[in-house]
């Protein structure tokens, strides 16, 4: 695996502003974070075995279950008992 892909992965460096994501949602909580981060690098990341549609697709899909899950946690007033 070449280092970039661990430190620098392309998916989360090429934005157009040049800003890592990392830099973004580090400020952030998890869910949040999380949710930015699969937003950030939908139609970027390729996975052997999925088209990219397919691969956009399910990484909108999993920021919006991040959202999903910080709207519960916010609901419920804890981080415990809302999964």
Request: hydrophobic share 30%.
């Amino acid at each position: 695996m070449n280092k970039n892909n661990v430190n620098h992965p392309a998916h989360y460096t090429s934005h157009p502003s040049g800003i890592e994501c990392i830099q973004v949602i580090e400020h952030y909580n998890f869910n949040v974070g999380n949710a930015i981060k699969y937003l950030w690098r939908s139609g970027i990341k390729q996975e052997e075995g999925k088209d990219s549609q397919e691969k956009q697709i399910e990484d909108l899909q999993k920021a919006v279950w991040y959202i999903e899950r910080e709207i519960r946690r916010i609901k419920s007033g804890t981080y415990a008992n809302f999964i």
